[in-house]
């Protein structure tokens, strides 16, 4: 199922300010930068960097994602581990609002989301 466009509006004005934020310096994105993307009801949050051994291609590594359960009106969060598979983020398995998730994520009080 998508989301209405008034959720999807909300999401994206939430996401491109916490990017505006939170991105790196401008002389540096090309090394290093971050993106999201919206999938159904998830909103996933990647870094975007050159692969190592061949830096003309530009990688998408996500490390952190918030499902929206309409039911409850609340989101869940995922970290991704090593083994590229998402799996819920047991400190705090559950967010009322986007913001939140955005939180849990900059503070990665146990280093689940940025290492």
């Not at 975007?48 to 609340?74: C, G």
Request: charged share 30%.
């Amino acid at each position: 199922m998508t989301l209405d466009s008034r959720k999807s509006v909300d999401i994206i004005e939430t996401m491109e300010n916490y990017l505006s934020k939170n991105r790196p310096p401008v002389e540096i994105r090309p090394e290093l930068d971050l993106g999201y993307e919206i999938t159904g009801q998830s909103v996933i949050l990647f870094e975007i960097r050159p692969v190592w051994n061949n830096p003309s291609e530009i990688q998408h590594m996500p490390y952190a994602k918030a499902t929206l359960v309409l039911k409850n009106n609340e989101w869940k969060i995922y970290w991704m581990r090593g083994n590229l598979k998402w799996y819920p983020y047991d400190p705090k398995p559950r967010v009322k609002k986007l913001s939140d998730f955005l939180k849990l994520v900059e503070d990665d009080k146990y280093a689940c989301f940025k290492g």
